[in-house]
């Protein structure tokens, strides 16, 4: 008898089964990056812009901190409230009576990346390196309340050792300030002031040469809770875990995906495709269904940040106070913030925002279009007659801000009669722009690292590294240095509000609004906590299955 019929049964058997395997495999749902991620804690983010470098000393760019925050670690750091001063490489400190001498102790456990000891030199090192003329570090103004800070930056002063920064034992390291600056904690929570491995720095000529190779992969010794581990320029940046750590057994999260996405409505597609566990931003076209169902994924938080126009002083036509006005007077911040913003800011009429360390003001910046006519009239160009052809510089490709952008366009047109183009360049190009000062005028944003009017009123300040509008006034200048000389809160607060009252007399730097942090957080995200800093604990996050 042929075998042929008693083992077909047990092929069809066979074959039956492949088949229900392969339907049950395909009918399986794919899993997707965030359920990946929450199963092996890795958190993926969307990040806005292509970081230029991973340099924290030459940084100018609030994406950048985001990522500067995972990999380094300064003396302190801010807790996810964004206002607590916690203590970093420093375990303690201690301040003198007179408030001018900061002392702290470093941890005998902080080591970089590759096992070295992070120790006080590194710190003199690196304020060194910050400082350093030829650097141009754009965040120098932050250190200005140091002892001779600001002369060793521009020449007066040669010796960096005259500096009030010292080291007098691998430990601890001591500051000594030029005047009393109750927000000095804060300022060295900054993500600038972090040290660096000063071998890295000399294998490739780093301490007087902005980035450069020793910040990629393989090459970046860091001291921070994460290590630079990829980065494919335009797809993802990722950092993972640093064993080495202080306080590594804290840390949670085994990995970051940092995704350069700039357009906002192509990341929250992302989002909702399980791609990213949050955004940087949120489409304006998006935020009222999100808010309207009440979504918890949905975060909008008020931020220290000021969007505005940079004029380029130094050039005409901007070099003309009176088409400066023109142009400021123009705008038309409440109808912006209505038809144009919806949720994504609030109007502004002062450069710094209201409440800022305590302090408001009056609304220096109004709308007056029958006096912007006339000012560019008196200027020579009536009607917008004569007025040369430049552009308005967007360094974004984000849609949101390219309306916003529209918005001024119009109503400069419609007021004034001047036809002003519209330049979206990358990111990166933009920043190049702002430093060589190749720009008519541009949209312009500062995020505050502190909570107090100093950081952002210094960018009017003569010859400061981000004073990108080139301006120099004598008694700005003047109001400026009374905020430091002031004895007594009255005398500051008048000496702020002078510097206030100035920039919107000068004009320039024109307010438009004050943000509005819109964006997406998964739900299985836990510990992730946003602030008017914008900074995340990045050690106080885990992923929740």
């Given at each position: 008898?042929?075998?042929?019929?008693?083992?077909?049964?047990?092929?069809?058997?066979?074959?039956?089964?492949?088949?229900?395997?392969?339907?049950?495999?395909?009918?399986?749902?794919?899993?997707?990056?965030?359920?990946?991620g929450n199963r092996t804690q890795t958190l993926h983010v969307g990040n806005q812009s292509e970081p230029p470098d991973l340099d924290p000393h030459t940084n100018n760019s609030h994406v950048v901190s985001l990522i500067h925050d995972a990999l380094f670690e300064g003396l302190v750091r801010l807790a996810a409230d964004g206002?607590?001063?916690?203590?970093?490489?420093?375990?303690?400190?201690?301040?003198?009576?007179?408030?001018?001498?900061?002392?702290?102790?470093?941890?005998?456990?902080?080591?970089?990346?590759?096992?070295?000891?992070?120790?006080?030199?590194?710190?003199?090192?690196?304020?060194?390196?910050?400082?350093?003329?030829?650097?141009?570090?754009?965040?120098?103004?932050?250190?200005?309340?140091?002892?001779?800070?600001?002369?060793?930056?521009?020449?007066?002063?040669?010796?960096?050792?005259?500096?009030?920064?010292?080291?007098?034992?691998?430990?601890?390291?001591?500051?000594?300030?030029?005047?009393?600056?109750?927000?000095?904690?804060?300022?060295?929570?900054?993500?600038?002031?972090?040290?660096?491995?000063?071998?890295?720095?000399?294998?490739?000529?780093?301490?007087?040469?902005?980035?450069?190779?020793?910040?990629?992969?393989?090459?970046?010794?860091?001291?921070?809770?994460?290590?630079?581990?990829?980065?494919?320029?335009?797809?993802?940046?990722?950092?993972?875990?640093?064993?080495?750590?202080?306080?590594?057994?804290?840390?949670?999260?085994?990995?970051?995906?940092?995704?350069?996405?700039?357009?906002?409505?192509?990341?929250?597609?992302?989002?909702?495709?399980?791609?990213?566990?949050?955004?940087?931003?949120?489409?304006?076209?998006?935020?009222?269904?999100?808010?309207?169902?009440?979504?918890?994924?949905?975060?909008?938080?008020?931020?220290?940040?000021?969007?505005?126009?940079?004029?380029?002083?130094?050039?005409?036509?901007?070099?003309?106070?009176?088409?400066?006005?023109?142009?400021?007077?123009?705008?038309?911040?409440?109808?912006?913030?209505?038809?144009?913003?919806?949720?994504?800011?609030?109007?502004?009429?002062?450069?710094?925002?209201?409440?800022?360390?305590?302090?408001?003001?009056?609304?220096?910046?109004?709308?007056?279009?029958?006096?912007?006519?006339?000012?560019?009239?008196?200027?020579?160009?009536?009607?917008?007659?004569?007025?040369?052809?430049?552009?308005?510089?967007?360094?974004?490709?984000?849609?949101?801000?390219?309306?916003?952008?529209?918005?001024?366009?119009?109503?400069?047109?419609?007021?004034?009669?001047?036809?002003?183009?519209?330049?979206?360049?990358?990111?990166?190009?933009?920043?190049?722009?702002?430093?060589?000062?190749?720009?008519?005028?541009?949209?312009?944003?500062?995020?505050?690292?502190?909570?107090?009017?100093?950081?952002?009123l210094a960018l009017g300040v003569t010859g400061d590294p981000n004073n990108d509008a080139g301006w120099s006034h004598a008694p700005y200048d003047a109001a400026y240095a009374a905020i430091a000389a002031s004895s007594d809160e009255p005398a500051r607060r008048a000496a702020i509000a002078e510097c206030e009252r100035l920039?919107?007399?000068?004009?320039?730097?024109?307010?438009?609004?004050?943000?509005?942090?819109?964006?997406?957080?998964?739900?299985?995200?836990?510990?992730?906590?946003?602030?008017?800093?914008?900074?995340?604990?990045?050690?106080?996050?885990?992923?929740?299955?």
């Open positions: 008898m042929s075998p042929i019929p008693t083992k077909f049964p047990t092929f069809l058997a066979h074959l039956t089964a492949a088949a229900a395997l392969l339907f049950a495999s395909a009918c399986t749902k794919r899993e997707t990056a965030v359920e990946s206002t607590t001063i916690l203590p970093g490489v420093a375990e303690r400190w201690d301040i003198s009576a007179d408030g001018r001498t900061y002392t702290f102790h470093l941890r005998a456990n902080a080591t970089w990346s590759n096992g070295d000891p992070v120790t006080a030199d590194d710190f003199l090192a690196a304020f060194r390196r910050f400082l350093e003329p030829k650097l141009g570090c754009e965040g120098a103004n932050t250190v200005f309340s140091l002892l001779n800070a600001r002369d060793f930056l521009e020449g007066r002063v040669k010796d960096f050792a005259a500096v009030g920064i010292k080291a007098p034992d691998p430990r601890t390291v001591v500051f000594t300030l030029g005047f009393r600056a109750p927000y000095f904690l804060s300022v060295l929570a900054d993500a600038h002031l972090r040290p660096l491995h000063q071998p890295s720095l000399d294998k490739f000529n780093g301490r007087t040469t902005r980035g450069g190779k020793w910040t990629e992969p393989g090459q970046l010794i860091s001291n921070g809770p994460f290590v630079l581990t990829e980065w494919k320029p335009n797809a993802v940046l990722v950092v993972t875990k640093n064993p080495r750590y202080w306080d590594a057994a804290r840390v949670r999260l085994n990995a970051i995906r940092y995704y350069p996405v700039e357009d906002a409505a192509v990341e929250e597609r992302m989002f909702r495709a399980g791609q990213l566990h949050a955004t940087f931003s949120l489409p304006q076209a998006k935020i009222d269904a999100y808010a309207s169902q009440r979504a918890p994924e949905l975060r909008a938080t008020p931020v220290l940040r000021t969007n505005f126009v940079t004029f380029s002083t130094q050039r005409p036509p901007f070099n003309d106070v009176r088409v400066r006005r023109a142009f400021a007077l123009a705008l038309d911040r409440e109808r912006l913030a209505a038809t144009t913003l919806k949720g994504r800011g609030d109007a502004a009429f002062s450069y710094v925002r209201p409440g800022v360390g305590g302090y408001s003001f009056p609304p220096f910046h109004r709308h007056d279009a029958a006096e912007a006519k006339k000012l560019l009239a008196e200027a020579g160009f009536p009607g917008g007659a004569g007025f040369p052809a430049l552009d308005y510089t967007v360094g974004s490709r984000n849609q949101d801000d390219l309306l916003v952008a529209q918005a001024l366009q119009q109503m400069w047109q419609q007021t004034l009669g001047v036809k002003v183009g519209i330049a979206s360049v990358e990111f990166k190009v933009w920043l190049d722009l702002l430093r060589t000062k190749t720009f008519a005028l541009t949209a312009d944003t500062w995020s505050m690292g502190i909570n107090d009017p100093v950081d952002m920039i919107a007399d000068q004009v320039p730097y024109v307010p438009v609004f004050f943000s509005v942090q819109n964006h997406l957080v998964h739900s299985s995200v836990v510990g992730w906590q946003d602030s008017a800093v914008h900074r995340i604990d990045w050690t106080a996050i885990s992923l929740k299955p």
